[in-house]
């Protein structure tokens, strides 16, 4: 078992947390994650409290988190408030800011995990009182920005060392296996969150078609852009953009995003709803090159934590 | 001291290769790094003979490599013929089809290191017979592509395991001290290449005013673009762009590339000779942000290697 601060902080066996993806991280997804030894958090997403509802019914008693994005949250507040009022175990805010929510989770005595692209995202997270910052770089799947996890993380580990020691740092971007979270320990960070990986699970709701293709790619076959934002009319603020697998939506629409925005989407939903991957982009990120499975979200889980734990106790040697 | 298949096979107390940086990585940065115990490469660059005579001579009696880029080499041949004849210890190429030259250097009895930036570059390195192969993520310095570090370095291990596992495996781009050199072994390397860390040594050939800046500067601060090249007019073939810092110069210019072709350059060289790091960025990767000082290149190499030590035996643990 690898110990580290996380684990120790939220009582976990492994230092590993699902990214709360929105619609693809549900109920299911989380409590298999917690039920593993990890921290689940579903995907609060765009902010459908009906969904949401279902999602933590279907988590059952598994303690799990719930993540948001953040500047969607704050077209509809009363949802943290709905949220916070399930106890759960953290909430996590991404591509926002976090401030004016901080309040209200401190006072729930819920712990608040912070997803950072910059350093001037994880300054602000510290003013939020973040229990912990997650690193994001910009090879991770579905939005995210530019910067990469390998100079990210130890840049965050060093602002957090000088300014907030007690702060936790998680890993995030281009982490599906032992060697990611063995590598992000070294980094600095005290544990990692996972998407792409947790994404390719039985649990994770998303269609076949996706998935397949997403085990067929490797890593080279993603790109970042906003299409699949403008197919959903969906406003992202700058700097985020998506990265998903490049496929026939992408090619069409790469160079033409106005054509995209008059033809209505494009066909993007019906592709969605058809488990279509070339009407529409699976949304992953460069580790769906490091992907050869659709397993148990627990199963990986333990996997992941096994294959580390194995480096790190000398198995990176040859 | 960190034994690796890389240090057994080229002799080296430390899995540190230097990155030929084309300008600033000259003999005496090649011979300081071998010196303590990495294994130095002169920077071929555009292919000027009279200064790589300089910087070999420099280099004296150090046992150094020399790198070259491809597509440039394609235009001087000869060059190639001339570098094989002072017997380097490494041959490194990148950005371009290493095969063409792959039987000269076989046949000069010179290891060859491929650098690459995507799984194509990866297999055609392969097809090339390369001793090793550097997997370079976009978070590099200077020239590169869009892959990140954390993704391609292990994705390029399990493509060599299954099909070359003799070739030898090194992480490059974002690593600048001793936590991504334990990480870059966590992901599945055999050693790391290092550019930006060592472009900020006191050996390095780059203007103190280039090099201030890069301390100062955070990782924020650095973006990919093709503004040095045509300023150049050097024409650089896709993928490949060059990240530098943001300054007055890429400010000025990032939205209207051709306006910078039609305006000679845009002082580009003037502010080079000068020093002057607002009228041409420095040359750096995301890495500058882990950067504090301008230091000796043996006392970095030295350092990485102490600092990945101490993490590898289980100084990763808070």
Redesign the interface.
């Known amino acids: 078992m690898i110990?580290?601060?996380l684990t120790r902080a939220f009582g976990l066996d492994h230092p590993i947390v699902s990214a709360p993806m929105a619609i693809a991280g549900g109920g299911a997804l989380a409590a298999a994650v917690t039920g593993a030894g990890g921290l689940g958090l579903i995907g609060g997403g765009y902010g459908d409290p009906e969904w949401l509802e279902k999602q933590f019914r279907a988590a059952g008693n598994a303690a799990v988190g719930c993540g948001f994005i953040t500047w969607k949250l704050a077209e509809k507040p009363e949802l943290l408030t709905e949220t916070l009022a399930r106890k759960p175990k953290a909430l996590f805010l991404s591509f926002g800011d976090p401030v004016p929510f901080a309040d209200e989770i401190r006072a729930a005595g819920v712990p608040l995990i912070c997803q950072v692209q910059?350093?001037?995202h994880a300054r602000r997270a510290l003013e939020a009182g973040a229990t912990a910052i997650v690193a994001q770089?910009?090879?991770a799947g579905g939005h995210g920005a530019t910067?990469?996890?390998?100079?990210?993380v130890?840049?965050v580990?060093?602002l957090l060392a000088a300014q907030a020691p007690d702060v936790l740092l998680l890993a995030a971007?281009?982490?599906?296996?032992g060697?990611?979270l063995?590598?992000?320990?070294?980094?600095?960070a005290?544990g990692v969150l996972v998407g792409t990986r947790l994404w390719a699970s039985r649990e994770a709701l998303v269609a076949d078609g996706f998935q397949s293709a997403a085990v067929r790619a490797?890593?080279?076959a993603t790109l970042r852009s906003s299409l699949p934002d403008i197919a959903r009319k969906l406003d992202w603020p700058a700097p985020f953009t998506i990265r998903t697998l490049r496929n026939a939506f992408t090619d069409r629409w790469q160079d033409d995003p106005e054509g995209l925005r008059q033809a209505d989407g494009g066909g993007y939903a019906e592709a969605i709803a058809a488990g279509d991957a070339e009407g529409a982009p699976a949304i992953v990120?460069?580790?769906a090159?490091?992907i050869r499975d659709i397993a148990p979200a627990g199963e990986i889980v333990t996997r992941i934590a096994a294959d580390a734990e194995a480096?790190?106790g000398g198995g990176?040697?040859?």
């Open positions: 110990e580290t601060r910059t350093l001037d770089g910009g090879e910067r990469a996890t390998m100079t990210l130890p840049e580990a060093d971007g281009g982490i599906a296996d060697r990611g063995a590598a992000a320990l070294m980094l600095g005290d490797d890593g080279d990120g460069e580790a090159g490091l480096l790190l990176w040697r040859r």
